[in-house]
């Protein structure tokens, strides 16, 4: 929906769960040394401001990146430490002027990680932020960015010229619609490029907007090899009545990987959890056969 900006949001606890999931799973490809394709499917501005108008109106970061930079200890996990000395190394970047607030989106992350070999595939429908994002990564010739709708891009631009890749699939979800649409683009990508990892986030509402699980059953039902699904919750259903948790499905998940989920989410509860009642979730909603 036209309507969104993820400025609003940017540095939430959401994004801290989903990126650094994007960054094991980009780590995982990196350990072959034939390139890779990264698609983003709603990249936004790819870039943002924490200090900026949208961010300082809802102050969402403070449960978020800002909650990490707080704690100065219990950090051990090392995608945190990562995830913390990439966002360091982009504050002090000269390729922008966002200063020592900016916050990376999947975009930028994405490029910081993605190797001389590799490529990106970035869309964005809304006018205003693709301008952005044309901005910030027009000097990068590893990135293509395309003004287009990330469902319809999605389906019409796999597969990639590379066997390997990743495909980050985080709409807004603001329209119903979105949620199936989502599948239907899922169901013919999926289809065209069998060997594609598909990371898709989602949100956790409390009440009757909550469609986490219809997502969660209709991912279970693709023909794919294996869904592992991960759940970072910072309140329950009773303590809040907006979102309250974050989910990130992985398609085709590399070896391992749950694993390393296992390990991260818990710290990642302990950071940022406003609840003591929350508990976070990694399970397979399908296994390999």
Known sequence: MLSYLHGYHAGNFADVHKHCTLMLLLKKLHAKNTPITYIDTHAGAGLYALDDEKAE????SQQGVDALLASKTGITHSAIKEYLHLLASVRLSKQHTLGEQAYPGSPAIAQALLREQDFGILMELHNNEVGKLKQHFK???RLSIHHRDGFEGLAALTP???ARGLALIDPS???????????????TATARWRTGVFAVWYPILAGEKNHADFIKRKLA????????????HIYTKEE???MIGSGMAIINAP???DAELESLLPELETL???SSKVKYKVEWLKEKA
């Open 57 to 60: 109106k809802t102050r969402e």
């Open 139 to 141: 000097r990068d010739t």
């Open 160 to 162: 990639p010229s590379t």
């Open 173 to 187: 979800y603001e329209l119903t619609s979105d949620y199936h649409q989502l599948i239907t683009s899922l169901q």
């Open 221 to 232: 039902q693709l023909d794919v090899a294996s869904v592992l699904n991960s759940e970072l």
């Open 240 to 242: 809040n009545d907006g």
């Open 255 to 257: 070896w391992q990987l």
């Open 272 to 274: 940022l959890a406003q």
